[in-house]
């Protein structure tokens, strides 16, 4: 027998719904979902944040009240979110702390209930999220099979069926249950009239199996039923006879079936005994380390990359956060938390409408003013005069010739390509390797033919659809600055096309580190990629054998991700419309690449700019590979949108062992 569960996802925040909607959402979407439980005695999951809860109980409170009786009578499992949707591993560990609790205060007070069972928001899981719902009380979680199960090929087809166990970076753990994409779009085909009752019957059939198993038959939207959220141009018109009658008329026919049985979400916890359950799975994988729901085009560069302005909005995000931190008198409350929460909520980054993002805007400019936000200067004026080159101090030691820039300290030694926009050539940390670790492969260092060019490391590159790429590597002369000898900046200006390029090295003689300003100014916000820092590893100075790299994604601890051997592509193209598949959240603004000899640290300041780092292995023969570490300030999907206004990136890097 197959058992089913449902899980309905409501969400009041819908990027692509005004709000003068939601009384007609709630009256046409969710009334008809409690009396689907209600009358219908159809069991199901039901999962709101506490925003949305709290907008409905303002509209409808007597839905509140007909939900808190049928969670009291069994008929219902409320499934937590968080005070709002998050994209938990694009958000600092405290937020996400913050963001469960505030959301579990509110389940509490509304509904008289704190929900035992999780739903990761967009699916968008990351190892480090678990500490989160463990510290919240939740007992288990609801994660997609799909994408988490496709780099994972040692896992067996059976584990779907049952529930599981999934492992934090710590090695904390918590109950895994199931969710399917799939399976909910099948359902929602259905529905909307796209397939007919006997396709989709055949479907479940093929689930079932010579003992009990569980499957989620839906675990997706609620306002896609008897309404259309306006996403799309492509989204099914609304059938003549209501959806939720075809929704009813459906789990009538799966209750009458002696194949299947419904149970509540809850119930698959009760399996965790049976032969195929309870195995302590790792979701993440160093090719996906963030899984997602759905097809690729789903990934975390569409909450952080994309939209109206993902970036910037995330970045003031960032320097709100930095303010809470630092506050020492007036430390935020209860209130302020809230307030950063809901601005660093998902539906604001997709397909907002243009009325919500002006009222957005207006919301979050006036907190960033309440908290005295300042944007962080680039590059501040030089107390003292350019220093002639080539310079010899106790320190520092410079040479130019008509090619190159070298600089070298006690602890570090650099070669900067003045004929390509101060390039490294090559970066010595003299304390852990007599090698250069990062910098220029030319052109013929590799056999492979698809390798079959300079690979740079320091510079930026725009590419935008059709066009050649525009980049910071263009003959230079740099301007160097010695600040009371134990500080050296090295400074250039560049130009390609309209974009222009300011980059600042700075060489401090106590850090042992090498910091790395940079700033582009762009006439206006057009499709294109934006990678501002690029990273090419010297794979003669890594044994390829023990190769990791490592982050934070929304955890408190770091994330490694052992390389191997398998192909990591995180920026890699999905199509002329979604120009990258995954990437690293880096919430605490930190990547760390190497070995178990040698590892380089890097740090980016997200309060500048909350940039994307991704990772792009290539395994080659011979002991041969390709590294590069590249970091994203803009990538393009359906959510993009354009924008006349000229734009100006800060960005800031340091990189130390």
Same mark, same amino acid.
């Given at each position: 027998?197959?058992?089913?569960?449902?899980?309905?996802?409501?969400?009041?925040?819908?990027?692509?719904?005004?709000?003068?909607?939601?009384?007609?959402?709630?009256?046409?979407?969710?009334?008809?979902?409690?009396?689907?439980?209600?009358?219908?005695?159809?069991?199901?999951?039901?999962?709101?944040?506490?925003?949305?809860?709290?907008?409905?109980?303002?509209?409808?409170?007597?839905?509140?009240?007909?939900?808190?009786?049928?969670?009291?009578?069994?008929?219902?499992?409320?499934?937590?979110?968080?005070?709002?949707?998050?994209?938990?591993?694009?958000?600092?560990?405290?937020?996400?702390?913050?963001?469960?609790?505030?959301?579990?205060?509110?389940?509490?007070?509304?509904?008289?209930?704190?929900?035992?069972?999780?739903?990761?928001?967009?699916?968008?899981?990351?190892?480090?999220?678990?500490?989160?719902?463990?510290?919240?009380?939740?007992?288990?979680?609801?994660?997609?099979?799909?994408?988490?199960?496709?780099?994972?090929?040692?896992?067996?087809?059976?584990?779907?069926?049952?529930?599981?166990?999934?492992?934090?970076?710590?090695?904390?753990?918590?109950?895994?249950?199931?969710?399917?994409?799939?399976?909910?779009?099948?359902?929602?085909?259905?529905?909307?009239?796209?397939?007919?009752?006997?396709?989709?019957?055949?479907?479940?059939?093929?689930?079932?199996?010579?003992?009990?198993?569980?499957?989620?038959?839906?675990?997706?939207?609620?306002?896609?039923?008897?309404?259309?959220?306006?996403?799309?141009?492509?989204?099914?018109?609304?059938?003549?006879?209501?959806?939720?009658?075809?929704?009813?008329?459906?789990?009538?026919?799966?209750?009458?079936?002696?194949?299947?049985?419904?149970?509540?979400?809850?119930?698959?916890?009760?399996?965790?005994?049976?032969?195929?359950?309870?195995?302590?799975?790792?979701?993440?994988?160093?090719?996906?380390?963030?899984?997602?729901?759905?097809?690729?085009?789903?990934?975390?560069?569409?909450?952080?990359?994309?939209?109206?302005?993902?970036?910037?909005?995330?970045?003031?995000?960032?320097?709100?956060?930095?303010?809470?931190?630092?506050?020492?008198?007036?430390?935020?409350?209860?209130?302020?938390?809230?307030?950063?929460?809901?601005?660093?909520?998902?539906?604001?980054?997709?397909?907002?409408?243009?009325?919500?993002?002006?009222?957005?805007?207006?919301?979050?400019?006036?907190?960033?003013?309440?908290?005295?936000?300042?944007?962080?200067?680039?590059?501040?004026?030089?107390?003292?005069?350019?220093?002639?080159?080539?310079?010899?101090?106790?320190?520092?030691?410079?040479?130019?010739?008509?090619?190159?820039?070298?600089?070298?300290?006690?602890?570090?030694?650099?070669?900067?390509?003045?004929?390509?926009?101060?390039?490294?050539?090559?970066?010595?940390?003299?304390?852990?390797?007599?090698?250069?670790?990062?910098?220029?492969?030319?052109?013929?260092?590799?056999?492979?033919?698809?390798?079959?060019?300079?690979?740079?490391?320091?510079?930026?590159?725009?590419?935008?659809?059709?066009?050649?790429?525009?980049?910071?590597?263009?003959?230079?002369?740099?301007?160097?600055?010695?600040?009371?000898?134990?500080?050296?900046?090295?400074?250039?200006?560049?130009?390609?096309?309209?974009?222009?390029?300011?980059?600042?090295?700075?060489?401090?003689?106590?850090?042992?580190?090498?910091?790395?300003?940079?700033?582009?100014?762009?006439?206006?916000?057009?499709?294109?990629?934006?990678?501002?820092?690029?990273?090419?590893?010297?794979?003669?100075?890594?044994?390829?054998?023990?190769?990791?790299?490592?982050?934070?994604?929304?955890?408190?601890?770091?994330?490694?991700?052992?390389?191997?051997?398998?192909?990591?592509? &995180?920026? !890699?193209?999905? /199509? %002329?419309? *979604?120009? @990258?598949? #995954?990437? +690293?959240?880096?919430?605490?603004?930190?990547?760390?690449?190497?070995?178990?000899?040698?590892?380089?640290?890097?740090? &980016?300041? !997200?309060?500048? /700019? %909350?940039? *994307?780092? @991704?990772? #792009?292995? +290539?395994?080659?023969?011979?002991?041969?590979?390709?590294?590069?570490?590249?970091?994203?300030?803009?990538?393009?999907?359906?959510?993009?949108?354009?924008?006349?206004?000229?734009?100006?990136?800060?960005?800031?890097?340091?990189?130390?062992?």
């Amino acid at each position: 027998m197959l058992n089913l569960y449902s899980i309905f996802h409501l969400n009041l925040m819908y990027s692509s719904m005004e709000i003068e909607d939601r009384p007609e959402i709630i009256k046409k979407c969710y009334f008809p979902m409690l009396n689907l439980a209600d009358s219908f005695k159809v069991p199901m999951g039901i999962e709101l944040s506490g925003y949305t809860l709290e907008q409905i109980n303002k509209h409808a409170p007597d839905w509140s009240e007909k939900l808190r009786r049928l969670l009291r009578e069994r008929k219902a499992d409320l499934i937590g979110s968080g005070y709002v949707q998050t994209i938990g591993p694009l958000v600092p560990a405290e937020v996400n702390s913050w963001n469960q609790k505030l959301g579990l205060d509110v389940y509490e007070k509304i509904l008289g209930i704190r929900p035992q069972i999780a739903y990761v928001n967009e699916q968008a899981y990351s190892a480090g999220l678990v500490e989160h719902y463990i510290n919240g009380g939740y007992k288990a979680i609801i994660m997609e099979w799909n994408n988490s199960a496709r780099f994972h090929p040692e896992w067996s087809k059976n584990w779907r069926y049952f529930p599981q166990s999934v492992c934090g970076p710590s090695g904390e753990n918590i109950t895994l249950i199931w969710n399917d994409s799939i399976a909910f779009q099948k359902f929602q085909r259905y529905v909307h009239g796209e397939i007919e009752l006997k396709e989709y019957l055949s479907f479940l059939d093929g689930h079932t199996g010579d003992s009990i198993r569980v499957f989620p038959v839906y675990g997706s939207d609620v306002e896609v039923f008897d309404f259309r959220p306006g996403r799309y141009n492509t989204e099914s018109k609304v059938c003549l006879r209501a959806e939720w009658e075809r929704i009813q008329g459906l789990f009538e026919i799966l209750k009458g079936d002696d194949r299947f049985q419904l149970i509540l979400p809850s119930g698959v916890s009760d399996l965790m005994d049976q032969m195929g359950a309870g195995e302590l799975l790792k979701l993440e994988s160093p090719e996906q380390p963030i899984p997602i729901k759905k097809q690729e085009k789903y990934n975390i560069n569409r909450w952080a990359l994309t939209g109206r302005g993902d970036l910037e909005i995330n970045t003031k995000c960032y320097r709100i956060y930095d303010a809470f931190r630092k506050a020492e008198l007036n430390k935020p409350s209860e209130e302020d938390w809230k307030e950063l929460c809901y601005l660093w909520s998902s539906d604001f980054r997709t397909h907002i409408t243009q009325k919500r993002w002006d009222a957005y805007l207006l919301k979050l400019n006036r907190f960033c003013k309440k908290w005295r936000m300042q944007q962080n200067l680039f590059l501040a004026k030089p107390s003292k005069k350019a220093t002639k080159l080539p310079c010899l101090d106790k320190n520092f030691k410079v040479w130019d010739d008509t090619r190159y820039l070298m600089i070298e300290t006690k602890s570090m030694k650099c070669v900067l390509n003045k004929v390509k926009g101060l390039a490294i050539d090559n970066l010595w940390f003299k304390n852990i390797s007599t090698e250069p670790l990062i910098g220029t492969l030319p052109h013929g260092y590799y056999d492979d033919i698809s390798l079959g060019a300079d690979f740079y490391s320091g510079h930026a590159i725009i590419e935008k659809p059709g066009e050649h790429k525009i980049t910071s590597l263009k003959k230079c002369e740099p301007q160097a600055i010695l600040e009371d000898g134990s500080l050296l900046s090295i400074r250039v200006e560049t130009q390609d096309e309209e974009v222009e390029f300011k980059k600042e090295y700075l060489f401090d003689v106590f850090a042992h580190s090498l910091t790395i300003n940079m700033s582009i100014d762009i006439p206006g916000r057009v499709l294109s990629t934006i990678h501002p820092l690029n990273i090419t590893f010297i794979p003669t100075s890594f044994q390829k054998e023990s190769l990791f790299y490592a982050t934070h994604n929304g955890g408190k601890s770091l994330e490694k991700f052992k390389v191997g051997g398998r192909e990591i592509h &995180h920026s !890699q193209s999905l /199509s %002329a419309l *979604i120009s @990258a598949k #995954y990437g +690293l959240g880096a919430t605490e603004g930190l990547v760390i690449v190497g070995n178990e000899q040698i590892q380089l640290v890097f740090q &980016h300041d !997200q309060r500048k /700019s %909350a940039i *994307i780092p @991704a990772i #792009y292995f +290539l395994p080659l023969d011979n002991e041969q590979y390709f590294l590069r570490l590249q970091y994203s300030a803009q990538e393009i999907d359906e959510t993009f949108k354009k924008n006349e206004a000229s734009c100006n990136f800060n960005f800031s890097w340091k990189i130390s062992v």
